[in-house]
């Protein structure tokens, strides 16, 4: 396996100026890792940026003294039980492509407090940079951390190690196995457990285990009820548009600079390697389930609908251990997550901690989880549990409670407040999350999106509504005149709100643009939360420079798309259907798979394709013939619609031209849409592709690494 060989500065204590890093190399969801150069003397990547202003130094000295900094138990907790980190810090895939590159954070640690990042999350990437092998439970339980954004957990077996979240990549994860072997001796992997359904967690499988030890049995894969629904399905209706966002809320396109992309609050970024997916070969079903395996007693507590739609937790009674998966980690999650996803239920959420807290919290003396640091001793593992358990249900109950007093989502972002207590708990805080976007979520789950004022249910469009504003406020000229006026003042929200009017109705007005740039880059700044802190950093960036080019996202190998349902597929192409085709057109196709016995009946009329599983219909204009695993050549785009016919493998009895009819009418969806006006870059087609070289093809779905 290709990793460099630079030396390695082990854990997050060590305070060291970076000096060089390298230029440009393949990051998370197929971005750029853009290493800046001068990063460490906190110089700006862009040459319209600009550094902290008065107003956000102000805020940033008012944070730094309002947050209890002298409580470092963190820091303790996140250095306990190293054992060794290895001598390189990049990790590559065989080709030399970068796909992990912690060198590229490294200014973090040069002890520098940089007034363009939020203290606190400062302070938590700081705590993310631990990185190598760490030991949790004498002689039994290890992570590596700092390879991915999940940690990778090993359990000693009698015979092996039992992997828990073997990570994103199938390179990332064969290196922390590869150093786990190398520091303690190589054992084999017996069996993997993962905790859920978000790809972090999975993706890596095959960099620690053969499918063909799987599927014979020999290396149970273990996951809860519904993983493999949620695996595949959570993110393929949407997920282009979801991969688009994915470019703001993780900031994948931003360079790795106190003036970007700082951290992503339950670890750095995301490994941009090989994504894969072995399918379970054990589901726990039960609320409580127990299992032994490999000579280690496990009790796992089913969870869904809390940080993912199927997830677990994990008692191991031998060890007084409780592995709390991504439910209690470093941070207050994500009720909405910004890239896109279903709203969670923070009251459940809060429930299933309460749970836990109470069947094994208790009598828990080590608590670790797939993020974050471990938690040692009974009365810290209750004091963590019980700030997150709290944490959650008061957003839940709070937010409720102004709801029932006629407080709108609109307003409920200004309104809601931790209580003081737990915002002087570290693990109240939201990082991954945050109190804006969470609050908001709570209402939409419950209320919707409408704030019950009739002018808001049928808006008008932001380019539509623009210029009357414009209009009305006089022009673009005393617009940027009070722009102008406002940002000075440090009134950068005030300024977003007639910037955005003046760009959605003058798209190529490039002051505008570059003065909401400016307001987003220090609203950036001030933000704890990283996905709201890339979010406005993005958006700077590409109302000065344009959407990047070169950046559409890779965000997994055939294994997903192979996952997918027949009838997942055929919804999909219904989305896919260009509307401006479809117009008084109709057929019928039956669509048959005799290796798995599946059948479907498939219309198109009313300008909607639908279709049904276990039915086929009468008088069809075609009807198909295809194994499944023939047509997951299709799926991937390993092999055309032409190519199957002509080897005889897919039988076509009807109307050919009705086949064909369909293929025409479908486009391919791109994640180079416009979200901010005026960022187009040249020859977009505003996400579709509208003539695909293979139509049939499933795009993969989003990435849903970090939930």
């Given amino acids: 396996m290709a990793i460099t ?10 305070l060291i100026p970076l000096l060089s890093l390298p230029a440009t190399a393949l990051a998370a969801g197929g971005g750029a890792i853009l290493s800046d150069p001068g990063a460490a003397h906190g110089k700006h990547f862009h040459p319209k940026g600009k550094g902290a202003s008065a107003a956000t130094v102000e805020l940033w000295l008012k944070n730094k003294g309002a947050l209890p900094f002298d409580d470092t138990r963190d820091f303790d907790e996140a250095k306990k039980g190293f054992i060794a980190a290895p001598p390189y810090k990049q990790i590559l895939k065989d080709d030399g492509t970068v796909v992990w590159d912690m060198e590229s954070y490294e200014w973090l640690l040069n002890g520098k407090d940089f007034e363009s990042i939020h203290p606190s999350l400062q ?20 992570q590596v951390r700092g390879y991915d954004l999940a940690n990778i957990s090993f359990i000693k077996g009698d015979r092996g190690w039992i992997v828990f979240d073997p990570l994103t990549a199938k390179e990332t994860a064969r290196a922390a196995l590869d150093l786990i072997n190398d520091q303690l001796g ?15 967690h999975f993706g890596g499988i095959r960099g620690v285990v053969d499918e063909k030890d799987v599927l014979s049995g020999k290396v149970p894969v273990i996951a809860p009820v519904g993983f493999m629904d949620h695996a595949v399905s959570e993110n393929v209706y949407a997920g282009n548009a979801m991969n ?9 396109l931003l360079s790795r600079s106190p003036f970007g992309h700082v951290d992503q609050s339950i670890d750095e970024n995301t490994a941009a390697g090989t994504t894969g997916l072995i399918p379970p070969s054990r589901i726990i079903s039960k609320p409580i389930e127990r299992l032994t395996v490999d000579g280690i007693e496990m009790e796992f507590q089913n969870t869904p609908g809390t940080e993912a739609p199927a997830e677990m937790n994990t008692w191991f009674p031998q060890f007084k251990t409780f592995w709390a998966a991504e439910n209690i980690t470093g941070t207050i999650h994500n009720i909405y997550t910004l890239r896109g996803a279903l709203i969670r239920d923070p009251l459940e959420w809060s429930k299933k901690i309460n749970e836990a807290l109470f069947r094994y919290g208790t009598k828990a003396d080590v608590m670790f989880a797939s993020h974050s640091w471990p938690r040692w001793g009974n009365v810290r593992i209750q004091e963590v549990m019980r700030v997150q358990r709290d944490a959650y249900a008061h957003l839940n109950n709070n937010v409720l409670h102004h709801a029932n007093k006629g407080v709108m989502i609109n307003e409920i972002h200004n309104v809601y407040t931790l209580p003081e207590s737990l915002k ?26 409408w704030d019950a004022n009739p002018t808001t249910l049928t808006p008008l469009s932001p380019s539509d509504s623009a210029p009357l504003y414009v209009e009305m406020m006089g022009g673009a000229t005393p617009i940027l005149t009070k722009a102008k006026a406002l940002i000075k003042a440090g009134q950068y929200l005030l300024a977003t709100e007639i910037l955005n ?3 959605y109705a003058q798209p190529i007005n490039t002051t505008a643009k570059d003065l909401l740039a400016d307001a987003f880059e220090q609203i950036g700044y001030q933000k704890e939360s990283p996905s709201v802190h890339n979010s406005f950093l993005a ?36 989305i896919r259907l260009d509307p401006g ?19 479907f009946a498939i219309e198109l009329s009313n300008d909607a394709l639908t279709s049904i599983q276990g039915y086929v219909g009468q008088n069809p204009d075609l009807t198909i013939t295809i194994k499944r695993e023939q047509l997951e050549r299709l799926m991937t785009g390993s092999a055309d619609f032409d190519q199957l016919v002509k080897e005889g493998v897919m039988q076509l009895d009807g109307s050919r031209a009705v086949a064909d009819n369909l293929r025409s009418m479908l486009v391919q969806f791109t994640p180079d849409f416009e979200i901010l006006p005026g960022t187009t870059p040249a020859g977009s087609n505003q996400g579709v592709d509208v003539n695909p070289a293979q139509p049939l093809r499933q795009s993969e779905p989003a990435d849903t690494a970090g939930g």
Avoid at 6 to 14: F, Q, R
Wanted: aromatic share 10%; hydrophobic share 40%.
């Fill in 186 to 200: 190589e054992r084999p992997v017996t069996a993997v457990v993962i905790s859920h359904s978000h790809a972090d």
């Fill in 424 to 449: 002087q708990q570290w693990a109240a805080h939201s990082y991954h999350g945050s109190e804006e976007h969470n609050s908001r979520a709570v209402i939409n789950r419950y209320l919707g999106y």
């Fill in 244 to 252: 688009r966002r994915l470019f703001y809320q993780y900031g994948v």
């Fill in 123 to 142: 302070r938590q990437a700081v705590l993310n940079m631990a990185y190598g092998l760490y030991e949790v439970v004498p002689d039994r339980i290890y």
């Fill in 5 to 14: 060989t630079k030396l390695l500065i082990a854990g997050a204590s060590a």
């Fill in 501 to 503: 009017k003046l760009i």
């Fill in 581 to 599: 085709q479809t117009a008084g057109k109709a057929f019928r196709i039956n669509l048959i798979t005799p290796d798995n016995e599946e059948r």
């Fill in 539 to 574: 958006a700077a960036l590409e109302l000065r420079s344009g959407i990047p080019s070169g950046a559409i996202p890779k965000t997994s190998g055939p294994d997903m798309i192979k996952a997918m349902s027949t009838q997942l597929w055929l919804d999909f192409l219904g």
